[in-house]
C-alpha cells in the first residue's frame, strides 16, 4: 500500500502564498501521473494540477498564472506552489499519485480568509 503524506496547508491571507508538499515512500518516476485535487466544504473534489512521468505539466482554468506544480525526484516529492490565493482556494488539497493502481494522500487543509 502505497502512503501520500501531504504537507504544508495553513492559514493566509488573501494575496498570500503557501507550498504544499508531497512525500512518496518510493521513486515518483514509478508513477505514470502526480496531481493536486482539492476539495471544498460541500463541493466535489476537483483536479488543481497534474505532472505526468515526463514532467508535462497541466493546469485548471483556476490555477494557472498562480499555481505551479514540480516535482524533486531526489526526495520523492511533489510540490505546489500557490501564489496570489483567493478566499475562493479554501479546500482540502489531496495528493494523488497514478500508475498500475491509484493511490490518495489523506489530505491537507488550507484556509484563505482575513
Known amino acids: 500500500q502505497v502512503q501520500l503524506v501531504e504537507s504544508g496547508g495553513g492559514l493566509v491571507q488573501p494575496g498570500g502564498s503557501l507550498r504544499l508538499s508531497c512525500a512518496a515512500p518510493?521513486?515518483?518516476?514509478?508513477?505514470?501521473?502526480m496531481a493536486w485535487y482539492r476539495q471544498a466544504p460541500g463541493k466535489q473534489r476537483e483536479l488543481v494540477a497534474i505532472?505526468?512521468?515526463?514532467?508535462?505539466?497541466t493546469y485548471a482554468d483556476s490555477a494557472k498564472g498562480r499555481f505551479t506544480i514540480s516535482r524533486n525526484t531526489a526526495r520523492n516529492t511533489v510540490n505546489l506552489q500557490m501564489n496570489s490565493l483567493k478566499i475562493e482556494d479554501t479546500a482540502v488539497y489531496y495528493c494523488?499519485?497514478?500508475?498500475?493502481?491509484?493511490?490518495w494522500g489523506q489530505g491537507t487543509q488550507v484556509t484563505v480568509s482575513s
Open positions: 494523488h499519485a497514478r500508475g498500475i493502481n491509484e493511490y
Open positions: 518510493g521513486s515518483i518516476l514509478g508513477f505514470n501521473v
Open positions: 505532472i505526468t512521468r515526463s514532467g508535462t505539466t
